[in-house]
T-cell receptor
Framework: QKEVEQDPGPLSVPEGAIVSLNCTYSNSAFQYFMWYRQYSRKGPELLMYTYSSGNKEDGRFTAQVDKSSKYISLFIRDSQPSDSATYLCAMSDANNNDMRFGAGTRLTVKP | NAGVMQNPRHLVRRRGQEARLRCSPMKGHSHVYWYRQLPEEGLKFMVYLQKENIIDESGMPKERFSAEFPKEGPSILRIQQVVRGDSAAYFC???????????FGSGTQLSVL
């Protein structure tokens, strides 16, 4: 079993839809949770960063962490074609020495 | 304020040659991380360095791969005697301190012929 599991998709939705992306993990030492967006042939770009259970909102993006279930989610409201990218979840322990990434979910938002 | 700079953007090598990948962290960042990414796969941690020190190299193959982050100049990921299986995108990230957010460069795409 991988430390971080993420459905690779691909996921295709119409413009304006609500998108839900999820990851599960097995290592209870993970304290920091992140979502990165990666466009084709580009480096990952940090979208959301959180270290506690609960919800964190930033514009159309909401990150949700449930440490008891070892489950994190990213919700995208009113999705736009420009949101089409690969979304990677990432998590690390308190020292952040060895951040673990999910395989990434490829999202396409169709106009 | 320039971001994390990686070069070259693309690198083509024949089997048996050496590959050198360079990474200049963001200004003020003294922590550098190297990751490898294969198509349809996530980022795999390779090595974590601070200035002049390797902190964690648990993700880096014991042979042919080495990394450094000298007092002056960029961090270098060096792959000796490359093989076709080394073909991948190599990403560098930096942070100002341990536990802080990572900022990634645009990567170096290594192709081994």
């Amino acid at each position: 079993q991988k430390e971080v599991e993420q459905d690779p998709g691909p996921l295709s939705v119409p413009e304006g839809a609500i998108v839900s992306l999820n990851c599960t993990y097995s290592n209870s030492a993970f304290q920091y949770f992140m979502w990165y967006r990666q466009y084709s042939r580009k480096g990952p770009e940090l979208l959301m960063y959180t270290y506690s259970s609960g919800n964190k909102e930033d514009g159309r993006f909401t990150a949700q962490v449930d440490k008891s279930s070892k489950y994190i989610s990213l919700f995208i409201r009113d999705s736009q074609p420009s949101d089409s990218a690969t979304y990677l979840c990432a998590m690390s322990d308190a020292n952040n020495n060895d951040m673990r990434f999910g395989a990434g979910t490829r999202l396409t938002v169709k106009p | 304020n320039a971001g994390v700079m990686q070069n070259p953007r693309h690198l083509v090598r024949r089997r048996g040659q050496e590959a050198r990948l360079r990474c200049s962290p963001m200004k003020g960042h003294s922590h550098v991380y190297w990751y490898r990414q294969l198509p349809e796969e996530g980022l795999k941690f390779m090595v974590y360095l601070q200035k002049e020190n390797i902190i964690d190299e648990s993700g880096m193959p014991k042979e042919r791969f080495s990394a450094e982050f000298p007092k002056e100049g960029p961090s270098i990921l060096r792959i000796q005697q490359v093989v076709r299986g080394d073909s991948a995108a190599y990403f560098c990230a930096s942070s100002p301190a341990s536990g802080e957010k990572l900022f990634f460069g645009s990567g170096t795409q290594l192709s081994v012929l």
